[in-house]
């Protein structure tokens, strides 16, 4: 139960940092607000971020997911694909294009990887909506596997923006 108790005050920890990084990005301090996602990655993965951005997208889920439970595991990936969003806005702000573009995909593949593995019930609030990081990625090409992904949540590219999972169109 200890081991229980500390993930999730570092998912509530790593939720703090989140919305300070909302917070600074509303504030119009895009490039604070990017040092924030940085720190909330360091603590949300336990390392460094010179470390930690040495590990492929594949490998940051994997290692989120691992030995922990499944609704454990689904909060911290959605933690990280929520801080990878955030990222794109700020990105957006400060005219880095494709660093938004990367980041909003590593988002979007990282929520549909979970959508798929992982029960949608209790689905956090923090979790990117989809079909918003879609319609930021309107302009992107996606990859097969991305492609894939969207076709298995049985979710259109252009598809209503308030979808979250369990929920249907109005």
Known sequence: MPQRDYILRLIEQVGQLL?????QREEKAPQEALQSVMAACERLFGMEAVQLFQFTPEQHFAMLAEDETPDVARDKILMYAALNAEAGRCYVALNHSQLA??????????????????????????????????????DTPLDDETTRLIAATDMPRNADRSLKPGTSPA
């Open 101 to 138: 573009q990367q980041s909003f995909l590593n988002a979007l593949r990282l929520t549909l990887k979970t959508r798929e593995k992982y029960s949608s019930a209790g689905w956090p609030a923090f979790a990117p909506s989809v079909t918003e990081l879609l319609d930021l990625l309107s």
């Open 19 to 23: 919305a300070r990084v909302i917070r």
